[in-house]
């Protein structure tokens, strides 16, 4: 699910700006984030990080700076089923515009 929402977002981009125009591009990290003392979760965390950039309109990209929290968001349904502490967080990383 959470792919398909990325890959329209970027097809839509893609196909909604001229070929001339000027890129606005955010690279983005999405990870889990979780609250343990077990250091093997926070290594496999790392490991399943996912990078990828999007297209974006000049007005977000001039309101986001890199370090920015795009996502924070608890994950219900594990701490209910597994009583585990963790959250979803996506943050930018890195700007470029590409021309």
Request: proline share 3%.
């Amino acid at each position: 699910m959470k792919n398909l929402l990325i890959a329209s977002l970027l097809v839509f981009s893609l196909f909604s700006t001229p070929a001339f125009a000027e890129r606005y591009i955010l690279k983005f990290e999405l990870k889990q984030a979780r609250l343990s003392l077990n250091p093997i979760s926070h290594i496999r965390d790392k490991i399943n990080a996912i990078e990828f950039e999007l297209p974006v309109d000049k007005e977000f990209y001039d309101s986001i700076d890199v370090g920015d929290l795009i996502v924070d968001k608890f994950r219900a349904g594990s701490f209910v089923l597994r009583s585990s502490f963790s959250n979803w967080r996506m943050s930018v990383i890195n700007k470029r515009i590409a021309k």
